[in-house]
């Protein structure tokens, strides 16, 4: 069974602070990873994708991956209460078709 | 304006019936995706399709059917069969081109609920 883990929090930070979110998963052979942002009640946007071993920023997030560690983690900086969300970790499995596996999700609770 | 739209919002559904969900997408994507998520719990996997005419069963398939007739929509059906159907339902859809780098999109989602 694939798997993709999550702390399921709440992870509370305080305004403008930096926000981590981190996410293992089980499938050595997953090669792209996705950060999804969910608020509740709502269905789940795309915040960033990443394919490759490293860094990739855009804007205030930044997601990082170490696929050697099966490690992928996202960086909020300079947080924000809108940031208020639960974030959803997808893992695509290897095997030729486009098929999630999603975390349960961590919440995060921005407050001022 | 692109998207992915689903219908009803909220649906509520008596003991043995079946309902139909609608999932309607104008982004020309090849591929679309049905979810279930539950309180606490990630979005999991009950059937894909990445070509018309052609659908998979994904990882709670059991109790549901779906069928894919047109390209832009990919109607979910939720049997009596179904146990346990109260659930937040999603669609979404993907290009279809880029393998396992595939961007999947989410609908705004369908509540429902059995009484």
């Known amino acids: 069974q694939k798997e993709v883990e999550q702390n399921s929090g709440p992870l509370s930070v305080p305004e403008g602070a930096i926000a981590s979110l981190n996410c293992t998963y089980s499938?050595?052979?997953?090669?792209?990873f996705f950060w999804y942002r969910q608020y509740s009640g709502k269905s789940p946007e795309l915040i960033m994708s990443i394919y490759s071993n490293g860094d990739k920023e855009d804007g205030r997030f930044t997601a990082q991956l170490n696929k050697a560690s099966q490690y992928v983690s996202l960086l909020i900086r300079d947080s924000q209460p809108s940031d208020s969300a639960t974030y959803l970790c997808a893992v695509n499995l290897s095997g030729g078709y486009n098929k999630l596996i999603f975390g349960a999700g961590t919440r995060l609770a921005v407050h001022p | 304006d692109g998207g992915i739209t689903q219908s009803p919002k909220y649906l509520f559904r008596k003991e043995g019936q079946n309902v139909t969900l609608s999932c309607e997408q104008n982004l020309n994507h090849d591929a679309m995706y049905w979810y279930r998520q539950d309180p606490g719990q990630g979005l999991r996997l009950i059937y894909y399709s990445q070509i018309v005419n052609d659908f998979q069963k994904g990882d709670i398939a059991e109790g549901y059917s779906v069928s894919r007739e047109k390209k832009e929509s990919f109607p979910l059906t939720v049997t009596s069969a179904q146990k346990n159907p109260t659930a937040f339902y999603l669609c979404?859809?993907?290009?279809?081109?880029?393998?396992?780098?595939?961007?999947?999109?989410f609908g705004p989602g369908t509540r429902l609920t059995v009484l």
């Open positions: 499938d050595r052979g997953s090669q792209s």
């Open positions: 979404a859809s993907s290009s279809g081109t880029g393998g396992g780098g595939d961007t999947q999109y």
